[in-house]
């Protein structure tokens, strides 16, 4: 099936830093999400991208749809320590009948740096 | 407005005993889907349904099923339980099936097989 490569799986970020994380795939999506997952809680979502070549902020979040349908990167500025979690990306392919079954990277894992 | 809910939040079974999780969705949204999180496979999709039709599934076995009510509240069954369907099990509901809608998660109910 269709596979999201996500990277990378984990970083320290300290406060104040840029992140930077983006998923890949062999495959084309027609939208690409950003979903947020803290632990014991369902994902949030961040920022959705619905058209190739879309770059979309929420705040201090910025994602891009890529061009050629098969990438998106999401850079958070100026982290914050409530920027710690697992950021998952998520798409969903083009077939007419996709509905909202959607697929998923494997997760970045935000953490401080001690 | 209230968000997606799951209940049970937690639960212990054994191996062969089936379970039955619930998910309400956000009230007017008609489309529920189901995933399963595990450390090894991540979020895989596992069905979705929609004005209570079953509009995609994934590559599960049919240990796994769901229906959804008029209500559009959604339940899900696993039959003969195995040691790996020990997971989080998420429910997202969205307003309609097609691409250009957002879906929300619910916290999830944390399925422990011994």
């Known amino acids: 099936g269709q596979q999201l490569n996500q990277s990378p799986q984990s970083m320290f970020i300290q406060e104040g830093e840029d992140v930077s994380m983006n998923c890949t795939s062999s495959?084309?999506?027609?939208?690409w999400l950003w979903y947020k997952q803290d632990p014991g809680e369902g994902p949030v979502l961040l920022i959705a991208?619905?058209?190739?070549?879309e770059l979309t902020s929420n705040g201090r979040l910025t994602a891009q749809f890529g061009i050629t349908r098969k990438d998106s990167f999401l850079n958070i500025s100026a982290s914050i320590p409530s920027d710690v979690g697992i950021y998952f990306c998520?798409?969903?392919?083009?077939?007419?009948?996709?509905?909202?079954?959607?697929?998923f990277g494997g997760g970045t894992r935000l953490m401080v740096k001690p | 407005k209230a968000g997606v809910t799951q209940t049970p939040r937690y639960l212990i079974k054994t191996r062969g005993q089936q379970v039955t999780l619930s998910c309400s969705p956000i009230?007017?949204?008609?489309?529920v889907s189901w995933y399963q999180q595990t450390p090894g496979q991540g979020l895989q999709f596992l069905f979705e349904?929609?004005?209570?039709?079953?509009?995609n599934k994934g590559n599960f076995p049919g240990r796994f099923s769901g229906r959804q009510f008029s209500n559009s509240r959604s339940e899900m069954n696993v039959s003969t339980l195995e040691l790996g369907d020990s997971a989080l099990y998420l429910c997202?509901?969205?307003?309609?099936?097609?691409?250009?809608?957002?879906?929300?998660f619910g916290p999830g109910t944390r399925l422990t097989v011994l």
């Open positions: 997202a509901s969205s307003q309609r099936s097609t691409q250009d809608n957002e879906q929300f």
């Open positions: 495959s084309i999506f027609n939208t």
């Open positions: 991208l619905y058209k190739a070549g």
């Open positions: 998520a798409g969903r392919p083009p077939a007419n009948n996709a509905g909202n079954m959607l697929t």
């Open positions: 009230s007017g949204h008609r489309s």
């Open positions: 349904y929609f004005s209570e039709t079953q509009r």
